[in-house]
């Protein structure tokens, strides 16, 4: 077990605030908890991809990066009209 191993296990824990506050948060909350929630996949993808040492992966992390705020908009612009 090296140190971005125990990093990646440490930061699964910061997705459980995340799905805490989407299930039972206002619209708003949601919403942030959602784009929070890509961001700490995003890096924990990084994480096991220095874990694991297989650096094409990363491009996979990239991606869920940039897909994850695309799927924020997309879900702020179908909730228009209740935020």
Not at 27 to 39: P, T, W, Y
Not at 43 to 69: H, I, V, Y
């Amino acid at each position: 077990m090296n140190v971005w191993l125990i990093a990646s296990s440490v930061m699964l824990l910061a997705l459980v605030p995340c799905g805490w506050v989407a299930l039972t948060s206002s619209l708003q909350k949601r919403l942030v908890a959602l784009e929070m929630a890509g961001i700490v996949c995003t890096l924990e993808l990084m994480l096991l991809t220095m874990a694991f040492n297989r650096m094409p992966m990363m491009d996979l992390a990239l991606a869920l990066g940039l897909l994850s705020f695309g799927a924020g908009m997309v879900f702020a612009h179908f909730l228009e009209r209740y935020l």
